[in-house]
């Protein structure tokens, strides 16, 4: 019955034409109404979102605080100016007084005035005096959400500014943060503290610390207006912001920068694969050759009782030692140029009193070692102590390794030589006394080494004495002696003493005048040495000593000045 119901009254709608258009117009106009309901429901939060992001994001923040310090200084200027009786209106008196200036007016004054105006009449139309400072602050959050709203917009120019504001790099001014002035800095601190944010390098570069991190927001502000100043064609722009948010740890960044994070990472996995193959290398011969190489310590050890510690020369040398002296030392004793070397390190060597330490050999494999090793150390003290030192360091770091032995060796030189030449008065005087006693010159030389205090001079006379014992004349060992300390003093005495024993004087009187002729030598440079201190301390004391001095005395006069002797 329902269904009949209902065909027949569809029925009489059709036949009924008035009815039917009714039905039509009334279908139509709820479907306009319903649209234009569903657009105004669809745009209403839009713009309000669109609105809250512009007011929260407040682009003016900085210019509008700007221009509320330079109104109220042009504010105050020009209330200084007007007399009190004209002081009425202060915005008519202050507009006149900018427009007109007053009576009696210099050159230098009407210009200033102008300049001033200028900003005056642009820039303070909404100042008033006494305005409290509190100003809102502008979200980073809310800039990001309002440049992404211009940007579906098609307003890059709009979407540029937000996006700026909110990645904060602008807000970073190097010139205040990285000058002397204190003050200067610490405005540029407090500017960045208010408006911006830092990256973790960024806050080394600059030191400055109480600035919060840079956010997700800004991160990502940051990559935004890379991106549009990628479309805009502008490249260098680009990839600063691209940096930037690179620094903050954005891995995606760093690729569009068309670099890593440390352009320096090539030459970080080139030396981990270096380091690798080198431990498999180390490990490969420690477990074939351990044998051996015990061996060869034991034979070392056996035949040389006056073998010095290793860890007396430095620890540079204590640890490094194990490795070139069993896995370098070996190449280079196989190189072609293996003869050079030995030429060239070996009185060197000889002079500074490492010839049981090390061989020429053993010396050239320690500065090859060092070309990897300091950097080794450098990678591994970054790493341990987590900084970013900049891998471009490396390079020189190698050359300092290879130039380090020589360095090193130079200054033992000249300490060795100079103990040597301190010890030589007792020395000769002991010896003097000796011959003159009824000793030969050898059993003399057996008791300054057995009489005089440990040193270099004494690890020579015993070694003169073992090369006569094995064979030696008497004029060879005194040369190599004078070879191996290379001391203008020491050849002088070692020449007159085989002059001497080649025509058969007697050494007695000869040990006595070069006694008394190495005395008189030692006294000279000690006055020489004395002579010069007074100028090595002048500037010390200009620098430490005279300041403090000065403060002393003139401290207490200009307080007495400042306070008028009261």
Request: aromatic share 12%; net charge positive.
């Amino acid at each position: 019955m329902r269904l009949l119901s209902t065909f027949y009254l569809f029925r009489k709608i059709l036949r009924n034409k008035k009815l039917l258009l009714f039905v039509y117009f009334s279908m139509n106009v709820t479907n306009v109404f319903s649209q234009a309901n569903f657009k105004v429901i669809g745009r209403e939060p839009s713009s309000e979102a669109f609105s809250r992001y512009r007011r929260d994001c407040y682009l003016s923040e900085v210019n509008d605080k700007k221009a509320q310090r330079e109104c109220s200084r042009f504010y105050n200027e020009a209330v200084e100016e007007i007399p009190d009786d004209e002081l009425i209106d202060w915005r008519e008196s202050v507009d006149k007084y900018y427009k007109k200036g007053p009576k009696k007016e210099s050159s230098s004054q009407k210009s200033y005035r102008v300049s001033s105006a200028k900003y005056w009449f642009k820039n303070c139309k909404d100042f008033y005096p006494d305005r409290p400072p509190g100003f809102r602050k502008g979200d980073p959050q809310s800039c990001l959400a309002y440049g992404e709203m211009l940007e579906k917009r098609g307003n890059k120019d709009g979407a540029v500014l937000a996006y700026k504001k909110a990645c904060g790099l602008d807000f970073i001014v190097p010139g205040y943060l990285n000058s002397n002035d204190a003050v200067k800095r610490e405005k540029g601190v407090d500017h960045l503290r208010s408006y911006g944010c830092v990256t973790i390098s960024e806050e080394k570069k600059y030191k400055v610390s109480d600035v919060s991190y840079c956010g997700p927001a800004r991160i990502t502000a940051c990559k935004r207006m890379a991106t549009i100043l990628r479309t805009m064609e502008q490249s260098e722009g680009a990839v600063k912001y691209f940096r930037r948010a690179c620094d903050a740890g954005d891995k995606e960044a760093c690729g569009e920068t068309g670099e890593k994070e440390d352009r320096w990472w090539l030459i970080l996995y080139a030396a981990i694969i270096g380091i690798g193959i080198s431990v498999f290398i180390f490990m490969r011969m420690l477990f074939q050759e351990q044998s051996e190489l015990q061996a060869t310590e034991q034979l070392e050890d056996g035949g040389s009782e006056a073998k010095k510690s290793v860890a007396e020369h430095g620890i540079i040398l204590k640890y490094s030692r194990p490795f070139f002296k069993h896995y370098i030392s070996p190449i280079v004793s196989s190189m072609k140029m293996k003869k050079r070397i030995r030429e060239k390190y070996k009185q060197p060597l000889a002079s500074a009193g490492l010839t049981e330490i090390m061989s020429p050999e053993d010396f050239y494999a320690f500065k090859i070692f060092l070309i990897v090793g300091f950097p080794i150390v450098f990678m591994g003290v970054r790493t341990f102590l987590e900084e970013t030192w900049p891998l471009k360091y490396i390079p020189l770091l190698s050359v300092f390794g290879y130039l380090y032995p020589d360095l090193w060796v130079k200054g033992k030189i000249e300490q060795r030589q100079k103990a040597i030449i301190n010890s030589m008065p007792f020395a000769v005087d002991m010896l003097a006394l000796s011959v003159e006693a009824g000793l030969d010159f050898i059993m003399a030389m057996a008791k300054v080494v057995e009489k005089a205090p440990a040193g270099p001079l004494v690890d020579e006379f015993q070694s003169v004495i073992k090369e006569i014992k094995i064979g030696a004349s008497r004029a060879e060992a005194l040369r190599n002696m004078a070879y191996r300390i290379d001391s203008i003093s020491m050849t002088s005495f070692t020449a007159t003493l085989i002059a001497a024993d080649s025509v058969g004087a007697s050494i007695g009187p000869i040990l006595k005048n070069l006694s008394v002729e190495i005395r008189q030598k030692r006294s000279t440079e000690i006055e020489k040495e004395g002579a010069t201190a007074p100028t090595k301390i002048l500037f010390p004391m200009i620098i430490f000593i005279m300041p403090a001095v000065f403060l002393m005395i003139a401290a207490p006069m200009a307080v007495e000045f400042v306070t008028g002797g009261k």
